[in-house]
């Protein structure tokens, strides 16, 4: 079974930087794809950024120059890092894990972190 637990969430001015961090529990993370949605208020859920296992990454269009995602498998670890951060960045953000077994797909989420972007 797989546990992902997210931190680094919290409240910054416009234009600040924070990071995200989601640390999984198991034997399948270096060999999962990884990635950060986020659900901003009375919006549907969107994905933000993603990494392969060899990672090769991927990020909305909306962060792409301001986002940034990276692995650490050593530490079963994947970030966030958010710079240059906008009012309308303001969301519940979750981390997710895709294991690719021969049986099929399994998809695991965090319980999200609020980041909260406001003067």
């Known amino acids: 079974q797989v546990q992902l637990v997210e931190s680094g969430g919290g409240l910054v001015q416009p234009g600040g930087s924070l990071r995200l961090s989601c640390a999984a529990s198991g034997s399948v993370f270096s060999f999962s794809a990884m990635a950060w949605y986020r659900q901003p208020p009375g919006k549907q859920r969107e994905l933000v950024a993603a990494?392969?296992?060899?990672?090769?990454?991927d990020y909305a269009d909306s962060v792409k120059g301001r986002f940034t995602i990276s692995r650490d498998n050593a530490k079963n670890t994947v970030y966030l890092q958010m710079n240059s951060l906008k009012p309308e960045d303001a969301a519940v953000y979750y981390c997710?894990?895709?294991?690719?077994?021969?049986?099929?797909?399994?998809?695991?989420w965090g319980q999200g972190t609020q980041v909260t972007v406001s003067s």
């Open positions: 990494i392969t296992s060899g990672g090769s990454t």
């Open positions: 997710t894990l895709r294991a690719t077994m021969m049986s099929g797909d399994y998809d695991y």
